[in-house]
């Protein structure tokens, strides 16, 4: 178990982004896409690295901890987690033209 501050850090900076593998683009997957409403999204309402449920379940590990929270929809499947994980249902699921 990390027990400091430090082993976090290290644990974050072990966190791939997505690249693009023998699937190509997956965001062209689906054209259900999650949007975040920054006015109920908790960071960034308060400005403070809080909350971030998108970020830990996200199977994709396309949301950014950062604020606010951005999604990358070039790899972003659809699945809805986000969405059913925001404790305070700033997430929503829209459908999008696909290009
Ligand atoms: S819909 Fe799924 S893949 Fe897309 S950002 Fe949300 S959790 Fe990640
Ligand atoms: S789970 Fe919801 S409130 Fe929390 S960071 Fe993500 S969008 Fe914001």
């Known amino acids: 178990m990390p027990d400091s501050k430090k082993d976090y850090q290290k644990i974050l900076a072990s966190i791939q982004t997505p ?3 023998e699937a190509g683009e997956t965001g062209t997957w689906s054209n259900i896409k999650p949007i975040i409403n920054i006015n109920k999204c ?3 309402k308060s400005g403070k690295y809080t909350c971030f449920r998108c970020w830990l379940f996200c199977p994709e590990g396309v949301i950014s901890r950062t ?3 951005e999604i990358n929809l070039k790899y972003c499947k659809g699945c809805g987690i986000c969405m059913e994980e925001c404790p305070v249902e700033a997430i929503r699921m ?4 696909q290009k």
Do not use: F, H, L, R
């Open 94 to 97: 829209e459908v999008m033209n």
């Open 67 to 69: 604020i606010p929270p």
């Open 42 to 44: 908790t960071p960034a």
């Open 19 to 21: 690249v693009e593998g």
